[in-house]
């Protein structure tokens, strides 16, 4: 009886030593660590409903020409592709008055609506927002009106726009929150044109009767660098800082961000390359 308990005693301590000798399971390696964001706020979303990246997301604040996305959506429901608008004075030295970004435009010339969304776009022209705006409201005023109508209707509880591009005047051109900013980012790109205009790197207008040749490159660096960029708009101003709202197709997914008040030009569209590259590897 004794020989018994001694051989199972020593049974199980043999059985104790071979687990410890057994070498440890690998552990699962970690997933890659969340990007830093140096921005003030920022936002990321699938097109699975899957929110990325959140940073003091629903914190209102200027946007600067990321407003023209929303004056882009406006006049596409206002207007013809076709028709044609004149460019007066006012608003070739709208521009230039608040030193704003613009799309050399001058008094005189004719231009498709078409041509001009792409002149609002990509260099962020404020004289050709400046003429749709003054075409669609009829001006300013009114049309502001249906841009504030338009933030409204698709939910942007934190959006308030003061004027058409974000300028500093009237009261830093409004205020929004990055995450109303994806959200019109999203609904922006569920429209063919616009979506065909915010991923265009550049856009070349021959000359005519009408107007003289030009090219407008677009302010966005990720198109053409980052894997599946689709756009969308830059924007600066000295209370908004640099901002970015952005959109990428990666694996079948559509990812929509922004990045506000950043304070260096180039960071934005690092940083931004950086979160689509992690969330599309955390979505694998």
């Known amino acids: 009886m ?15 030593v071979l687990v410890l000798l ?4 690998a552990l699962a390696e970690a997933g890659p660590q969340t990007p830093s964001v140096p921005g003030r706020a920022a936002y990321l979303v699938d097109s699975e409903g899957t ?16 407003t023209k996305v929303m004056t882009a959506y406006v006049v596409l429901r206002e207007a013809e592709l076709s028709d044609v608008v004149t460019i007066t004075a006012a608003d070739v030295s709208h521009a230039s008055t608040n030193g704003a970004t613009h799309a ?9 609506v078409r041509d001009l969304l792409y002149a609002v776009m990509l260099p962020s022209g404020a004289d050709a927002t400046n003429a749709l ?10 049309f502001v009106a249906k841009m504030n109508a338009a933030a409204r209707s698709l939910g942007l509880a934190s959006t308030r726009y003061t004027n058409p591009d974000g300028l ?31 991923s265009a790197e550049r856009h070349v207008v021959t000359k005519t009767a009408v107007h003289r040749a030009h090219t407008w490159r677009s302010t966005n660096k990720l198109l053409g660098s980052a894997p599946g ?19 990428a197709d990666r694996d079948d997914r559509l990812y929509v961000g922004a990045i506000l008040g950043d304070s260096r030009p180039d960071r934005r569209f690092s940083t931004a390359e950086r979160l689509l590259d992690w969330a599309a590897r955390e979505s694998l």
């Open 2 to 16: 004794v020989d018994m308990r001694i051989g199972g005693l020593l049974s199980f301590l043999c059985a104790v």
């Open 22 to 25: 057994a070498p440890a399971p």
């Open 51 to 66: 929110v990325h990246y959140s940073k003091q997301a629903t914190r209102r604040m200027p946007v600067a020409s990321l």
């Open 104 to 112: 050399s435009l001058r008094k005189g010339e004719r231009f498709t």
């Open 133 to 142: 705006a003054r075409r669609y409201g009829p001006g300013t005023t009114r």
């Open 168 to 198: 500093p005047r009237p009261a830093n051109g409004g205020y929004s929150t990055a995450r109303d900013q994806v959200r019109l980012a999203q609904v922006a790109l569920a429209d063919a044109t616009l979506r065909k205009i915010a």
């Open 229 to 247: 960029a689709t756009g969308v708009k830059t924007g600066y101003t000295r209370a908004a800082g640099y901002c970015l709202l952005f959109a």
